[in-house]
Structure formats: C-alpha cells, structure tokens
C-alpha cells in the first residue's frame, strides 16, 4: 500500500514487530509521477496541507485525518515541513507556499 501523509511516527509501526525502514529523499517531480501512476491513501490530516498537496502534485490529495499502521511492503511518501512550528500551529494555504519542505519516501520491511 502507498500512503501520502504530511508526517512520519513510529506510532504508524506494530510494537510486536521487527522492522528496517528505507528513507530516501524524492523530488517534487519524482513524486508527481509516483502519484499519478499508482493510487495511493491520504492520509494528510490538515485541509490546507491537502489543498497545497492537491496544486504541487497536480492530482487531488483529499483531506483525510485518519490513523494509518503500516505493514511489510508499505511505503509513505512524506511531505516534510523542514521549520519547527510553534506549538499548536496551524498554517494556512498562503503561509503553507511559503514554508520550507522536503519530499521523503520510507519504505517498510519486517524483518
């Protein structure tokens, strides 16, 4: 399963697991084709987040503030804000154009 998300935990693992996560950085293009080729699940949590993700990838990223496990095979693609907000932030569309980011694919193997 390919999941979007604009954040990465440890709380998306299985504590009863063993696993090696893969992280490698992804361009906006890179990630552009991923997601117009292979379907994938929102799992972004903020409308604006969405909003912005919806005009970079050229493809609609729907709001949607679920929990996510993620199993063997699994891979996220992460939309990384690279600021530490303060505490409790929540960015509009027009400061979110203006905020620093990076693309991260995590690839998930149980061991």
Known sequence: MLYLTSSFS???????????LEIQPLSLDEV??????KP???AVGHDATARLLTNL???LVPFNRRPITLKDGDE?????????LPEGAVL???ELKNVKYAFLLVKV???
């Not at 552009?32 to 080729?37: G, T």
């Not at 996220?76 to 530490?84: E, G, K, N, Y």
Request: charged share 20%; proline share 0%; hydrophobic share 55%.
């Open 32 to 37: 552009k084709k991923i997601v117009q080729e």
């Open 92 to 94: 509009t569309l027009s």
């Open 40 to 42: 994938f699940i929102s």
């Open 10 to 20: 440890l709380g998306m693992l299985e504590w009863t697991i063993k696993y090696i």
């Open 57 to 59: 990838l050229e493809t």
């Open 76 to 84: 996220v693609i992460v939309f990384q804000i690279l600021t530490r």
């Open 109 to 111: 193997k149980a061991l």
